[in-house]
């Protein structure tokens, strides 16, 4: 089963920044949080990853919480593209392992 | 480089019928993976090999299924005596497999088992 819990939709109005939440309070301490997208009919997609500090990429933003439990996606300016299932996994980096997805969040970005 | 590939893309076959996906990972990937994703639902992990050895088969994985990397490139996955229930869409993934470890996925075969 999937260690993380993510509201099952938002939306967000374009040019505004999307907040993601994921909850995942029984995360170990050698798991990293990644963060994976899917539009419509097209396979997921990598957006990004980080262990305890905050991350950015030409992505998006990923601020994780001081005791790890919870982290949250920032899209800095949302477009209309970036509507999407939104999967928020965590699993020990580099190892061989398959990814678990939950369901997700689905962010609808309305004009 | 392309990235990952899948063929077909759409498959329609009748409940029996046996029917063949391929995956095409990016050239470097050693790590390749096999997920079916039904409506509504994540991605589930069904195999994965690293270069040619199977390493990992999930419980979905009935023995009508197979998969294979004969030269550690492009993996096939086979299903025998299709039932309804194998509609879904099939997703490849590859993995370099370094420290970071993200894997990037193909677009998908979607199966319709009529």
């Known amino acids: 089963d999937a260690k993380t819990t993510q509201p099952t939709s938002m939306d967000c109005a374009e040019g505004r920044a999307a907040n993601l939440p994921c909850n995942h309070s029984?995360?170990?301490?050698?798991?990293?949080v990644y963060w994976y997208r899917q539009i419509h009919s097209q396979g997921p997609q990598y957006i990004i990853h980080g262990l305890k500090n905050n991350e950015t990429n030409e992505m998006a933003s990923l601020i994780i919480t001081e005791d790890r439990k919870s982290s949250t996606l920032i899209l800095p300016h949302a477009t209309l593209r970036d509507t999407a299932v939104y999967y928020c996994i965590v699993r020990v980096a580099g190892s061989q392992g398959n990814l678990i997805f939950g369901k997700g969040t689905k962010l609808s970005v309305k004009p | 480089d392309t990235g990952v590939s899948q063929d077909p893309r759409h498959k329609i076959t009748k409940r029996g019928q046996n029917v063949t996906f391929r995956c095409d990972p990016i050239s470097e990937h050693n790590r390749l993976y096999w997920y079916r994703q039904t409506l509504g639902q994540g991605p589930e992990f069904l195999t994965y090999f690293q270069n040619e050895a199977q390493l990992e088969k999930s419980r979905l994985l009935s023995d009508r299924f197979s998969a294979e990397r004969p030269k550690g490139s492009f993996s096939t996955l086979e299903i025998q005596r299709t039932e309804q229930g194998d509609s879904a869409m099939y997703l490849c993934?590859?993995?370099?497999?370094?420290?970071?470890?993200?894997?990037?996925f193909g677009p998908g075969t979607r199966l319709t088992v009529t």
């Open positions: 029984t995360i170990s301490g050698n798991e990293y």
């Open positions: 993934a590859s993995s370099y497999g370094g420290q970071s470890g993200e894997q990037y």
